[in-house]
């Protein structure tokens, strides 16, 4: 399916620093370097110790186009975030239910 929306895809996240396992985003780097679509990173941070745990450096820019242009130079920075986490998102989601 990805075959056929290539040529709306603008971005691909190939690094998640809360992903648990890292596959998924072989694949989409892999996707992004084939189709020459830049990539990207994100924390997803869901607590404050997550924040900033995958980043993007790139050039300054100014628009939508040299976004992208900036982006496809830029370099991924990051490192996975403890597995052990998710079991504060979990506990939070039940909190928040049980209010």
């Known amino acids: ?3 056929e929306i290539k040529d709306r895809v603008d971005v691909v996240e190939v690094f998640n620093s809360r992903a648990l ?3 998924p985003f072989t694949q989409a780097k892999k996707f992004a370097l084939k189709y020459g679509i830049p990539g990207t ?3 997803d941070a869901h607590t ?3 924040i900033g745990n995958a980043y993007v450096e790139m050039p300054e820019f100014n628009g939508k186009e040299e976004f992208l242009e900036s982006l496809a130079q830029g370099k991924i920075f990051g490192h996975r ?3 052990l986490v998710h079991f504060a998102s979990i506990n939070n989601r039940i ?3 049980f209010k």
């Open 1 to 3: 399916m990805l075959e």
């Open 48 to 50: 404050t110790n997550e």
């Open 21 to 23: 396992l890292g596959r």
């Open 41 to 43: 990173a994100g924390s």
């Open 95 to 97: 909190r928040k239910r």
């Open 81 to 83: 975030t403890n597995p």
